[in-house]
């Protein structure tokens, strides 16, 4: 519900995704603007980036051309506002799980210990540990992938562990 608000999701949408009804939902979306103001100043302040520069930048500076931002069409400009917003946080979180495959990628090599990635998905990453490293690769792990950015609000990263997938996934 967080990202689909973050996202442009209408209260219509919303009472539908929750089977609830239009005013619930208009409530709700009040609400959480009311509770977190920083996330509408932020979204404002997406959206006149990019009406001022004619593209949106992520974190890490990749740009994203939207010509959308312009249009007299409203239909058209809410679109490209919901574009530049989620260009800009999911380009950034990209940015951010990129950097951190590489980074841990990189302290697997010159651990030389078989440590490796299997799979990413989303914001999640699969990682083997050999069975006798595994408490001390736990929180090197933990550590690299928590100091891949600086921010005044600090990135927590979760572990969870087990010999398999469905260990790991209940």
Not at 19 to 32: C, G, M, P, R, W
Not at 52 to 72: A, C, H, L, Q, S
Not at 112 to 141: G, R, T, W, Y
Request: hydrophobic letters at 40%; aromatic letters at 10%; proline letters at 2%.
């Amino acid at each position: 519900i967080n990202f689909s608000i973050l996202y442009g999701l209408t209260a219509y949408g919303l009472s539908q995704d929750l089977n609830v009804s239009f005013s619930d939902a208009q409530k709700y979306i009040e609400k959480y603007f009311a509770q977190f103001p920083g996330v509408s100043s932020w979204m404002e302040s997406v959206v006149q980036e990019t009406i001022d520069n004619g593209y949106v930048t992520t974190y890490m500076g990749r740009r994203r051309y939207i010509p959308g931002i312009y249009e007299k069409n409203r239909n058209l400009f809410d679109a490209a506002k919901r574009v530049a917003i989620n260009t800009k946080a999911q380009g950034t979180a990209a940015e951010i799980m990129k950097i951190a495959m590489v980074n841990l990628n990189d302290h697997f090599e010159k651990q030389n210990n078989d440590s490796k990635i299997i799979l990413q998905i989303h914001d999640e990453l699969l990682v083997a540990v050999p069975e006798n490293n595994f408490q001390e690769s736990e929180q090197e792990i933990k550590n690299i992938l928590e100091s891949v950015v600086s921010w005044n609000v600090p990135l927590k990263v979760t572990t969870r562990s087990g010999r398999d997938w469905a260990q790991v996934t209940k």
